[in-house]
């Protein structure tokens, strides 16, 4: 029988002859010696599969490994039921709760009838290693029988028994990084990340995220909305309205809060980052808004007028303008230019024009008096290469980032980056006419250029904005997946497509979301913000 394989992310597709009912696990053996990384699942045919299935008939297949972001998430389903697997078997507990994404790893909470100790956390260690060695398979029990849950897949490892809606390695063996710290009133379950899948990650203690988090613990309380089965009996009860106002409300609370921490501190340079789609301009015009209420008249500025001419744009590794990266930035004048405001003096601020390529001079000439602080949004702000030349003290750095506690249930976690894809393609669809598809293939350059640029400063930060919407994915959903239907079968993207799609079928679908305010961050990405007329 002849099938097409593709053996990693960087291979072409080659033809070889192998025997028909053949597991994909076995084929994935005979070329092991020819990847640089081990192999953990398959898209045959466009469609994600685990390794334990069969080749029925000629196909395509393509092997991934943990670059790609299938097999990240198949790594870290299948380390989290080797996680929960052993704590119940050495703490004799199943009352463990996977809370959210931190310090490259997940934040989990483990309730037992006594402290939880760092001896505790080795054990449990120890024991997943032990169980790495056994090998033990991974049973795949089926679908659940509920319809609201019947997306979700029943996985077994030894006598443990649980529920995820993705899917997983075949068994232990293929686990084989992974670190265990108590951190605060939990544990932190860290694993590889994409860019480098067979090592640990350097631990980078990200403590503002945590409290980031605990906040949205408690306006989750505030809401009463634990999981998405909350939100959608709210949404079937008519409650819709409260939570929209209730959730905006929250926002407009912590931007005064910034706000005023500002004044308190009378900082005069407010550098705002965060990663693509977390509503930066939104909230950086909002700030301005509230600067004001509190008595100064901020001057709001990007950093894209100050690219480098086009000519002197560097390259990337196919010989691409990059712009992504630092260095497309004009670093002296853009310092140069600040300091002169800052000193009160008047500063010919320059508009890029991206037609031409260039930057326009003498349209806005502009000063300022000692007290005026300047915003200016970025995806460069935090990293003090930027400002090299402006005083220290004078800066202020707001991270902003939608960071959800709201997850399917207590072992289901909903990816910040799954959100951020979701509002990245309903805006792109409908500012600038791209497809699903389309936002699908330039995902993974995003978050390359995010793993670069953004994450590595984010610890830097003096203030963390939560930019979340509790119910955002209910309201996203009727614009999202319309799109994600149209992928087609024969494309790269529609193993994608069809993941979000299952994540989406979680939620009840908002269909009015008129009560939504115009100067909310979530009309950045569906349309109708005062802020983009």
Known sequence: MKIKIKKDIKSQFETIETEKDITLEKLAGSIKRDVPYMILAAKVD?????????????CEIEFLDMRTRQAHLIYQYSVTLLYLAAVKEVLETTDTEVRNSLNQGLFTLIRTKR?????????????????????????????????????????????????????????????????????????ILRFPQPSIPDKMPPYVDNKKMYYAFAEAEKWQRLLDISYVWDLNKKIIGGETGEIIQMSEALHDK?????????????????????????GKTTFARRLCIQLKVNGSKPLYLGTDDYFLDRKDTPKDENGEPNFEDLEALDIDLFNRDMNMLLEGKEADIPEFDFLQGKKIFGKRRISIDHTQPIV????????????????????????????????????NVISTTDSRMIRRMVRDHQYRGHSAEATIKSWPKVRAGEDKNIFPYNSSADAFFNSVHIYELGVLKKYAEPMLKEVGEDRPEYSEAVRMLKFLSFFKSIEDDSMIANNSILREFIGGSVFHQ
Request: aromatic share 8%; hydrophobic share 35%.
């Open 115 to 187: 402290p939880l100790t760092a001896s505790d956390v080795k054990a449990v260690e120890k024991r997943m290693r032990q169980m790495v060695r056994e090998d033990i398979p991974i049973e795949s029990l089926g679908a659940c029988k509920k319809e609201e849950l019947k997306q979700m897949q029943l996985y077994k490892i030894k006598d443990y028994e649980q529920f995820f809606y993705g899917l997983t390695v075949p068994s232990s063996g293929y686990l084989k990084y992974f670190r265990l710290k108590k951190y605060k009133r939990g544990v």
């Open 254 to 278: 912590r931007i005064v809060e910034i706000a005023g921490e500002i004044a308190k501190l009378k900082k005069r340079v407010i550098l705002i980052a965060g990663p693509s789609s977390s």
């Open 376 to 411: 200016i949004e970025g995806i460069h702000a935090l990293n003090d290469e930027l400002t090299p030349y402006i005083d220290e003290k004078r800066k202020f750095k707001i991270y902003i980032s939608p960071l959800t506690q709201l997850n399917i249930d207590d072992h």
């Open 46 to 58: 466009n469609k994600v599969k685990r390794l334990t299935e069969k080749i029925a008939g000629p």
